[in-house]
């Protein structure tokens, strides 16, 4: 296998893995094609070539499965992204909104060994610098507890906790207003004609489209 076909796999996998996480009931080859922004064509194609090899499964009502076996090779590639974003971040001094495409690229090393020094050099992260948690080297990940905050109930405070999306062009756009994980956002209203939110962040009042409060993950402020 050529170093990029197994590149593109690898981000297959990823895609769905992710999908999964944002507990999309059914995930298809349509669902798939809008979320990597391909032809559904060549979708079809790769989930045909990834059942060969037993890392997906299409169920009769055509919906997508990752397999044990695709499963654990995605949190694996998940794994990498987030050590290296930490590395990144807090070793070569990269901002948090600099360093998503270039996790993209080195993720897809394959040396464990390298991985697992990466992280004891690290002293062992808990969460990436989008408060993403990181799994550990036998694929065990700490998932948050989280609502993205478009579900948010008016007059609550909550707590950014980590991003569905993390494009360096997002996290440009959330640190221009100031948000982060940590950052507390309390919902002054929604509004059920475009999905959008009023929200207060420190004394500053912003509003916010619907596609923006679905990709802020949060919980509701102790």
């Known amino acids: 296998m050529s170093h990029f076909t197994k590149q593109v796999e690898e981000n ?19 669902a798939l ?7 559904p064509a060549t979708v079809l194609e790769m989930m045909r070539k990834l059942a060969d090899k037993n890392l997906v499964q299409v169920l009769p009502d055509k919906s997508i499965q990752l397999t044990e076996t695709g499963e654990r090779k995605a949190i694996l590639i998940i794994r990498k992204h987030r050590l290296w ?13 600099e360093v998503h495409d ?3 690229q080195l993720e897809h090393i394959e040396s464990d060994d390298l991985v697992n020094r990466l992280e004891e ?23 948050n507890a989280t609502i993205p905050l478009n579900l948010g109930k008016k007059g609550k405070t909550y707590t950014v906790k980590s991003f ?5 062009a997002f996290l440009d756009y959330l640190t221009n207003i100031n948000i982060q994980p940590g950052t507390k956002i309390t919902v002054l209203d929604l509004y059920e004609y475009d ?3 009023s929200v207060q962040i420190n004394n500053n009042k912003l509003h916010i489209s619907e596609k923006v409060a679905q990709n ?7």
């Not at 802020?216 to 102790?222: A, D, E, G, R």
């Open 12 to 30: 297959y996998l990823k895609a769905l893995f992710k999908l999964k996480s944002r507990e999309i009931k059914k995930v298809n080859n349509i």
């Open 33 to 39: 094609a809008t979320y990597m922004e391909l032809n």
């Open 85 to 97: 974003e930490v590395f990144l971040v807090d070793k070569l001094k990269y901002k948090w909104n």
């Open 102 to 104: 270039l996790a993209e």
């Open 121 to 143: 050099f690290l002293k062992f992260p808990a969460f990436d610098p989008h408060g993403d948690p990181i799994p550990d080297k036998n694929g065990k990940i700490k998932l």
């Open 164 to 168: 569905a999306e993390t494009e360096d």
């Open 195 to 197: 999905g959008s939110s």
């Open 216 to 222: 802020i993950l949060v919980q509701l402020k102790k």
